[in-house]
């Protein structure tokens, strides 16, 4: 492997670790050898992501283990890093959404925590193997931008991260002054993928439009059928008439591959990406128009999704309430400067030509 032009992939099996190997693969400029880092480099993810080039090396670590992390980034000339938080949640040790009374943020601050850490490793690692460009992967600061008045410990988790290279620039490092990039992304149009059930059909007969809880999805999407036998989706956002600010994961690619084909310009700062922001009855009116398919706007408040019986809503029902207090605001002129396809709902639904069903 050319170790010149090696970078090394955190989280390369995921969807956004995909998305950004394969613009770093069209990357023609730099060539990039690709070292994927992965817990199970056997797994049927990891096998389908080593088919896309024989310039892809998966390599097995963890990223609690600074032994492997430091095997991993020996050699390597730039990182791309992103961590999970939700893969460091124990979703059934911490809290049973079927016992009342529980709550599931001694979770949330434990995998807060985690996640913090892993960041931290990476970031120590790098620098004293002297990788020359590390581009860190966040999300807006919530709990510091709202005073501590609404922490959502998936964002803040990897937003304490930013913050920590942001005050070792401001000290004086050199390494993190010149070689580190943030790229703070936002929620993903792919989101619209991860549909979950928490609800009740109705009784045969009924009009069939039914409240289908979003999941990890963040939104409700329930493609139902009337009681003629036709199709609909139904939208529900707990964000009133709020636009709400998303990024498809192609973009995120095209973004990152962007940074690291310019370290000189983009070394030592931070980007905020994004594609664009809706309010619901755009989104709704938007999917209709591409698919055909009419769609149904349901209202809801922050209150009803905290309260719904599963793991993540408390924390996801923050990140709803900081987009509605505080938003999450991007310069998309700019953005579109820097990359002239960025993609719209729009042009996302019709490259993806999804319609409304789960592809989980």
């Keep these: ?46 096998r389908q992501l080593a088919t896309l080039s024989d310039r ?24 791309f890093c992103h961590t999970d938080f939700w893969a460091t949640y124990n979703h059934e040790l911490t809290f049973n959404p079927w016992y009342p009374g529980q709550s599931p943020w001694e979770g949330y601050q434990r ?7 892993q960041g931290l490793n990476f970031l120590k690692v790098a620098k004293a193997e002297g990788v020359k460009h590390f581009v860190y992967s966040s999300l807006e600061a919530c709990r510091e931008l709202s005073a501590e ?21 401001s000290s004086g490092d050199e390494w993190y002054a010149q070689s580190t990039t943030v790229l703070v992304a936002l ?46 989706l139904v939208f529900c956002f707990p964000i009133a008439d709020t636009p709400w600010p998303m990024i498809a994961l192609d973009d995120i ?3 990152a591959a962007h940074v690291f084909a ?3 310009q983009w070394g030592g700062r931070t980007l905020k990406i994004g594609s664009e922001a809706l309010r619901t009855s755009e989104m709704a009116e938007i999917f209709t128009k591409v698919t055909g398919i009419p769609s149904v706007l349901e209202s809801s408040s ?17 990140m709803f309430e900081f987009a509605q207090s505080f938003g999450m605001p991007r310069d998309y002129e700019f953005l579109r400067k820097l990359h002239p396809g960025l993609l719209t709902f729009e042009n996302w639904l019709r490259k993806t030509n999804w319609h409304g069903e789960s592809r989980v």
């Design 1 to 46: 492997m050319n170790q010149s032009k090696s970078i090394l992939v955190v989280g390369a099996t995921g969807a956004l670790g995909r998305a950004v190997i394969e613009h770093l693969l069209i990357d023609r400029q730099n060539s990039w050898h690709i070292r994927g880092f992965t817990r199970n480099p056997n797994s049927e993810r990891a």
């Design 56 to 79: 892809i090396e998966l390599i097995e670590g963890d990223n609690n283990d600074i032994a492997s992390i430091t095997r991993a980034v020996q050699g390597v000339e730039a990182i």
């Design 111 to 117: 995998a807060e925590e985690t996640e913090r850490n």
């Design 149 to 169: 008045r609404i922490p959502c410990p998936h964002f803040d988790s990897k937003a304490s991260v930013e913050r920590y290279i942001d005050q070792m620039r």
């Design 187 to 232: 929620p993903y149009f792919e989101n619209f993928f991860l549909v979950e059930d928490y609800g009740s059909k109705p009784e045969p007969g009924a009009d069939n439009q039914y409240w289908a809880t979003p999941g990890l999805g963040l939104v409700n999407t329930c493609l139902s059928q009337s009681h003629n036998g036709s199709n609909r």
């Design 253 to 255: 690619g095209v973004f």
């Design 262 to 264: 310019h370290r000189e």
């Design 302 to 318: 922050i209150d009803e999704y905290r309260a719904l019986p599963m793991p993540e809503a408390e924390d996801i029902a923050a």
